[in-house]
């Protein structure tokens, strides 16, 4: 069986194609103000690597904030769901999945099957998320990937009290004229991020293994934070921003919506 999983965020859209289990084929692009428009382009373009026609796939089952704006899939599942069925299948020891993605945090506590037994989300404010990160970096005029590296060099740990990016921007300039060294100013953007994340996962109840997906995986820097804040290790997936298409793509597999 061929299967499709299609995860559309508010920044990213991801896609992921399975035969008989196997990821045959996957790709990503910006979502941009045309969402529909943008899964198409990417969809026909997996396909094409993957050698496929839109025939060839059997069930599409989308997830995301905008997965609704998808026409041609068979149906659409929670982005809970969709992380806790993706991170499930690469960790089955998996019991906490974290999900800080560009718009919203998540914690979900699941079972030995992979079933959802609770879940919180942080996603009335953008503090505990990339797009607070990315405003942070602007306003520090480094590059994302260069506030995860500088963060390591920090020597001093500087608390963030700001609730919104836009309040944080705001904190970021007053300790640029203060003369805090950029090191210690991103390190405080990650500690806080990691912060709030830290804060719903104890909601929820963190119990090991914990699985860390979703774009903010990929910073080192956030990884490290989180860990010292959580006090537990976590797993990063190869690829922890697809986790919630190859959830997806688990459920079209299944046949069954969930």
Request: overall charge negative; charged content about 25%; aromatic content about 4%.
């Amino acid at each position: 069986m061929i299967v499709a999983g299609i995860d559309v965020g508010g920044k990213n859209v991801h896609i992921v194609i399975k035969k008989e289990g196997q990821i045959i084929g996957k790709g990503t692009s910006p979502t941009g103000i045309k969402k529909a428009e943008a899964v198409e382009a990417l969809y026909e373009q997996v396909l094409k690597q993957a050698g496929l026609t839109r025939k060839d796939v059997e069930h599409v089952v989308a997830t995301g904030s905008a997965a609704r704006r998808v026409s041609f899939v068979s149906g659409f599942i929670s982005d809970v769901t969709a992380d806790a069925r993706g991170a499930s299948k690469l960790f089955p020891n998996a019991r906490t999945i974290i999900d800080v993605g560009a718009e919203e945090g998540r914690v979900i506590k699941v079972n030995s099957e992979g079933k959802v037994l609770d879940f919180a989300i942080n996603d009335k404010c953008a503090a505990g998320t990339g797009t607070f990160l990315e405003a942070m970096s602007r306003a520090l005029e480094v590059s994302v990937e260069e506030m995860s590296k500088i963060a390591f060099d920090s020597t001093k740990a500087i608390p963030m009290n700001a609730q919104c990016v836009v309040f944080g921007e705001s904190e970021v300039v007053s300790l640029i004229h203060q003369n805090t060294s950029k090191p210690d100013i991103s390190r405080a953007v990650m500690d806080a991020i990691a912060g709030r994340t830290g804060a719903i996962a104890r909601i929820v109840g963190l119990e090991k293994d914990v699985v860390l997906v979703g774009g903010m995986a990929k910073n080192v820097a956030f990884v490290d934070s989180l860990q010292k804040n959580i006090e537990m290790p976590v797993i990063v997936p190869e690829n922890p921003d697809y986790i919630g298409a190859i959830g997806a793509a688990e459920v079209a597999l299944s046949g069954v919506l969930e």
